[in-house]
T-cell receptor, first 118, second 118 residues
Framework: DAGITQSPRHKVTETGTPVTLRCHQTENHRYMYWYRQDPGHGLRLIHYSYGVKDTDKGEVSDGYSVSRSKTEDFLLTLESATSSQTSVYFC?????????????????FGPGTRLTVL | AQSVTQLGSHVSVSEGALVLLRCNYSSSVPPYLFWYVQYPNQGLQLLLKYTSAATLVKGINGFEAEFKKSETSFHLTKPSAHMIDAAEYFCAVSLKEGSNFGNEKLTFGTGTRLTIIP
């Protein structure tokens, strides 16, 4: 258990309204990620963070912004929600494992937030 | 850049039969490969990982996968299916990126939903 919680777990909102999803971790991991999951697309990376105030875009970042003001919290904001952003959103953290020749990151996922935009 | 292709979005097997879920990857350098499982209404859980050690990797719940470089494949197998194996399975690939040491982003396949027939 990587100590990841997401809130809210379910949300229904209307087109054009702002929405913020929160990811909280308890184990001081440096890297955090936001994905969206849609049928036929698997998981796609929205944004990720490699430290406080250090973030970068993923493959589907349009319409989303993120913030990380402290290590334990990574916020995903939809400034003006659209129906195409109806999805299940997963937060993840990664832990580095040293292999002797380099490291690899193993990602651990939160329980998800189901967002419906009407 | 890397990518993953999962052949078959839905696979059905009888209880007790062999499970075979297919994954092919594309990568310009030796990859790290992962299989994740997602049970209904839950987040993703790591089943197993290949990190360039043994090519036959054993994971949890009796699953294993074999890395075949010549075929660029990392298929997931289980000798005998159980009802509790019904879930969605995702193959993922990562590479070490640039100067962000340790930040290997994951690219996921589109998933295979496994149904077990009693």
């Amino acid at each position: 258990d990587a100590g990841i919680t997401q809130s809210p777990r379910h949300k229904v909102t209307e087109t054009g309204t702002p929405v913020t999803l929160r990811c909280h971790q308890t184990e001081n991991h440096r890297y955090m990620y936001w994905y969206r999951q849609d049928p036929g697309h698997g998981l796609r990376l929205i944004h990720y963070s490699y430290g406080v105030k250090d973030t970068d875009k993923g493959e589907v970042s349009d319409g989303y912004s993120v913030s990380r003001s402290k290590t334990e919290d990574f916020l995903l904001t939809l400034e003006s929600a659209t129906s195409s952003q109806t999805s299940v959103y997963f937060c993840a953290i990664s832990e580095s494992t040293w292999l002797g020749t380099g490291t690899y990151n193993e990602q651990f996922f939160g329980p998800g937030t189901r967002l419906t935009v009407l | 850049a890397q990518s993953v292709t999962q052949l078959g979005s839905h696979v059905s097997v009888s209880e007790g039969a062999l499970v075979l879920l297919r994954c092919n990857y594309s990568s310009s350098v030796p990859p790290y490969l992962f299989w994740y499982v997602q049970y209904p209404n839950q987040g993703l859980q790591l089943l197993l990982k290949y990190t360039s050690a043994a090519t036959l990797v054993k994971g949890i719940n009796g699953f294993e996968a074999e890395f075949k470089k010549s075929e660029t494949s990392f298929h997931l197998t289980k000798p005998s299916a159980h009802m509790i194996d019904a879930a969605e399975y995702f193959c993922a690939v990562s590479l070490k990126e640039g100067s962000n040491f340790g930040n290997e982003k994951l690219t996921f396949g589109t998933g295979t939903r496994l149904t077990i027939i009693p």
